[in-house]
C-alpha cells in the first residue's frame, strides 16, 4: 500500500505579516497620541484662528461665488458683512474717544504749565527760570550761571536751591523728563571737555545725577541730551546773546509727544548724500 501523503494545515486567520505590522502601526499611534497629550496648545492663537473663520470679512465671495436665488438671503448676507466692517474700520466711538483723550491731555499739560508758573512765582525763581508750553510739554529753563560756571559742569552751591525745588515740582508730577544741555558757538579744548558736545551733555547728566540724589527721584523717568551749539535761541553775535544760549532746559514731556527729531535728521543726511 502506497503511503498516504498529509495534507499541510492552512493557518487560519490573517497573515503572519500582517499581525507584525498591525503591531507597529498601533505602536506608532500610540506614540502620536502620547506626544499629542504632552504637547501645548496656544490657546490665543487657536481663539485667533478659530475667529478669524467666524469672521465673513477676511472672504471676498462668502458664503458662496454665485448670486443668491433668494433676495432676501443676499441682504442679510449683506447685513452681515456690514456687521463684520467693524474689523477694518476704527469705529466711530474709537475716534471719538481718542479725540476726547488729547482734548483731556491737553487740558492736564495747560493746567501743568500754571501750576509751574505758580510754583515759580510762589518761589520767587522766575527770575533764574521761565516755564513755557511747547508741542513737546512744558519747558524749563534754567541760564548757565544760575548752576555752572562758564566751562565747567560742577553744579555750584548757589545752584542746588534751585534744583531742590525743581526737584520738589518733578516730584509731584509722573511725566517722563528730558533734560538737554545748550552752549554757544564758542569753542572749548579743556581736558575733560574737548568740546562743547562734551559740556552740554556732561551739565544735563549733572543736572540729572542731582536731582536723583538729592531728591530721590527715578533715574528711569530721565534722559540727557547734550545738543552743544546746534540749537541756539538768540544769533550767536554778543555777550548777552551767548548768555542766553548757553543754558539748560528741562522738558517735562507730553505722552503723546513722539520725538520725530532722529528721523528727519536722518532723512536730511540721507538727502544730502
Not at 506608532?28 to 499629542?36: E, M
Not at 545725577?209 to 534722559?223: H, I, M, P, V, W
Request: no cysteine; net charge negative; hydrophobic share 30%.
Amino acid at each position: 500500500m502506497k503511503p498516504r501523503r498529509k495534507k499541510k494545515q492552512q493557518d487560519k486567520g490573517a497573515p503572519k505579516w500582517m499581525v507584525t505590522f498591525s503591531d507597529m502601526m498601533t505602536l506608532i499611534l500610540v506614540f502620536f497620541i502620547l506626544l499629542f497629550s504632552m504637547s501645548q496648545i496656544d490657546l490665543q492663537k487657536f481663539q485667533a484662528v478659530a475667529e478669524s473663520f467666524r469672521s465673513r470679512a477676511i472672504f471676498d465671495f462668502y458664503p458662496s461665488m454665485m448670486e443668491f436665488e433668494n433676495p432676501s438671503q443676499r441682504r442679510s448676507s449683506e447685513q452681515e458683512q456690514e456687521d463684520v466692517s467693524e474689523y477694518d474700520s476704527p469705529s466711530k466711538n474709537s475716534v471719538n474717544q481718542n479725540e476726547k483723550g488729547s482734548d483731556q491731555n491737553e487740558d492736564s499739560l495747560d493746567k501743568l504749565v500754571k501750576d509751574v508758573k505758580s510754583f515759580l512765582d510762589t518761589n520767587e525763581m522766575t527770575k533764574d527760570i521761565t516755564a513755557d508750553r511747547t508741542d513737546r510739554g512744558v519747558v524749563l529753563t534754567l541760564q548757565e550761571q544760575v548752576l555752572f560756571e562758564t566751562g565747567n559742569a560742577e553744579i555750584i552751591q548757589a545752584g542746588r536751591p534751585f534744583l531742590d525745588k525743581v526737584g520738589q515740582l518733578l516730584d509731584r508730577i509722573p511725566n517722563y523728563v528730558k533734560v538737554e544741555g545748550h552752549t554757544d558757538n564758542r569753542p572749548i579744548s579743556t581736558f575733560r571737555y574737548p568740546s562743547n558736545w562734551e559740556l552740554s551733555a556732561a551739565r544735563a547728566s549733572s543736572v540729572i545725577r542731582y536731582l536723583t540724589d538729592a531728591e530721590q527721584l527715578k533715574g528711569s523717568r530721565f534722559t540727557a541730551v547734550g545738543y552743544g551749539a546746534t540749537r541756539p535761541i538768540a544769533p550767536n553775535d554778543s555777550p548777552e546773546n551767548w548768555n542766553k544760549n548757553r543754558r539748560v532746559e528741562i522738558v517735562i514731556l507730553d505722552p503723546t509727544y513722539e520725538d520725530n527729531t532722529n528721523q528727519s535728521t536722518q532723512k536730511k543726511a540721507s538727502s544730502e548724500s
